[in-house]
């Protein structure tokens, strides 16, 4: 599996929510929002559940939207592995889904955002998940 | 919030950085700073993503040419008090924090030396603090509203880099500005691995401490709906009119905030000044001519007071 997918809330009996990653600002460039807003069908669903995708390791992600006064909705974002209530994460693993996850969030995006782009920035900077140029 | 103290350093960069550390309390955040030597002071101010390490070559000759040398570590960066939300930070309250040290150690004649967002913030407080304020020395910065450089429009890096979530990813997970990305700005990167880029690293061990670091390139200004849009462009109203003797240094080689742009704009709004002079230099200057641009300051200040502060 090497895509990301939406999928239906999983049972959550025997699992936690390991955080992953935050962001207090996610429509800092508004397109962002947007992507969140048309991807998880936000302006029905509003704070009623999270969003959660599948990642290429299979792990599921859920996705918590966060509301501010004065600010459109939402505001903010948490990303949260659902894992096995009591066992450690695979860290490379969790850090390879999450390079899958905003690959996915710029693809969705969309132009001007390119995943090549985003391939490029992360070789740059050297990041173990970025495909080799 | 997290705090780091000086034993955060490398034992082996403890000696390059032996300054007793001090700390204030501005507008609730514990802020470290180094005070050494007696004199009219000299204020170096640092941006992103870098601590008063940054200056580490420029205290003792400053020091020695008979000024009192004060090295402020901005919240949220260093050895100072690093707030875990990125709504505790905005450029009018780092403006705020510099405002209250320089208020507790009642500094006057002050010299401020600006680089980075040390820029912004360091100058704000000299529009807003004139009397306090004796002469200014500028570096790979900028003071007005419009977007600073090409580069910080284009995605390729610098927006992807501190874009919604990929920002928490790339600068927090992956250290991306405090580890490579100043790496990439220097000319002698070799001895800069080798002696400088751990202790910019050990102040940010962890991804929350690293908030900062993607938080400041979101309020560069890229349009006027920007949140520092109308501070900037204060900011270079009340610097066009200034008259405070200014200095201005820039890096040679600096590809972000290039001299021909930056420092001529510079010199346009504040034609009375001194420079540009050209060191050896990408954005962090001081990491390739810290010697150099410390005898620039120190030959500009005695100059000045020969001149009854006059430029």
Sequence with gaps: MTEVSLVKMPSLEGKRLSFALAEDRVAHYPEFRDFFVRTFDLDRKGLAEPGFVRAPSGIIYAFIFIGRSGIPFPSGLEIYAVVDALEPIDVDVLDRDLWSILRWMIGGVGAPWTVEDFDRTGRLYRVPAAPSG | MTIQSESALPAALRDRWPHA????????????????????????????????????????????????????????????????????????????????????????????????????????????NPARVHALTIMSTWAWPMPPAEFHTRIFPWRMMHAPLIGPYLLGNHRALAGRGVYLSVIGRERFARTAQAAYEAVLPDPATRLLTWVWPRWIPLDENARAFERFKW??????????????????????????????????????????????????LQEDSAPEIARLIGSFLDRLDVNGGKQ
């Design chain 2, 235 to 284: 900011l270079e109203q009340e610097l066009s009119s200034s008259e405070l003797p200014t200095l201005i240094i820039w890096g040679r080689e600096d590809e972000i905030f290039d001299a021909a742009t930056f420092a001529s704009r510079f010199k346009q709004l504040l034609p009375h000044a001194e420079g540009p002079h050209l060191v050896t230099g990408r954005h962090f």
């Design chain 2, 21 to 128: 550390p001090r700390y204030a309390n501005v507008n609730g955040w514990r802020m470290h700073y180094v005070d050494e030597g007696k004199g009219d002071p000299v204020v170096l101010l640092h941006g992103n993503p870098t601590w008063g390490f940054l200056y580490r070559d420029m205290i003792a000759p400053l020091v020695s040419s008979g000024r009192r040398v004060i090295v402020p570590d901005m919240i949220g960066f260093g050895l100072s008090e690093k707030p875990t939300r990125e709504q505790a930070h905005c450029l009018d309250g780092h403006t705020a924090n510099l405002t209250a040290l320089m208020r507790q150690l009642d500094l006057k004649r002050i010299t401020l030396v600006c680089h980075d967002w040390g820029g912004p913030i360091g100058l704000s407080f000299a529009m807003s």
